[in-house]
């Protein structure tokens, strides 16, 4: 009998909110200090990047409000769902990120998380500005240019 694989080989988790909520400056990609049964969630795409941002304690980054799901197959070793988790960049990348963070206007919001090809979590991360309504307008606006062109190639 054949082994059932239960985990997927590709996992690419978009934050879709982010790029209609924020405008991007700067991108990095970062690890992810995770527990065992986390990444197994991971695995399985049961993770949520939509109420998640990144702060910095004792000049660390790490990311609040990311939800992974406890792993079903855990018993009593499950993790905890909601809790801050440490992102791994170099130095320089982290000095780089706190002093612009600083400045008014501009945060840290997770953009997407993918299981590279090692096997490993990582999460790319955005240095962002919010956007206005009017600059929301403008962007459905030309969504629907495009969609438009699409539909008239098609035809």
Do not use: W
């Amino acid at each position: 009998m054949a082994k059932s694989n239960r985990f997927e080989k590709f996992v690419n988790i978009k934050n879709k909110k982010a790029s209609f909520e924020f405008e991007f400056i700067d991108t990095y990609v970062t690890g992810v200090m995770l527990t065992g049964t986390e990444i197994k969630s991971i695995r399985e795409s049961k993770v949520s990047l939509t109420e998640a941002f990144c702060i910095f304690l004792d000049g660390e980054l790490y990311i609040r409000q990311m939800h992974i799901a406890p792993y079903s197959m855990a018993a009593s070793y499950n993790h905890v769902s909601v809790r801050d988790r440490k992102l791994l960049l170099k130095k320089k990348e982290l000095e780089k990120l706190e002093t612009k963070s600083a400045e008014k206007g501009l945060a840290i919001i997770p953009v997407r998380i993918f299981i590279n090809d090692r096997g490993l979590a990582k999460l790319e991360i955005a240095l962002a500005r919010g956007k206005k309504t009017h600059d929301k307008r403008q962007d459905l606006k030309e969504k629907d240019a495009k969609r438009e062109l699409q539909r008239m190639a098609f035809d």
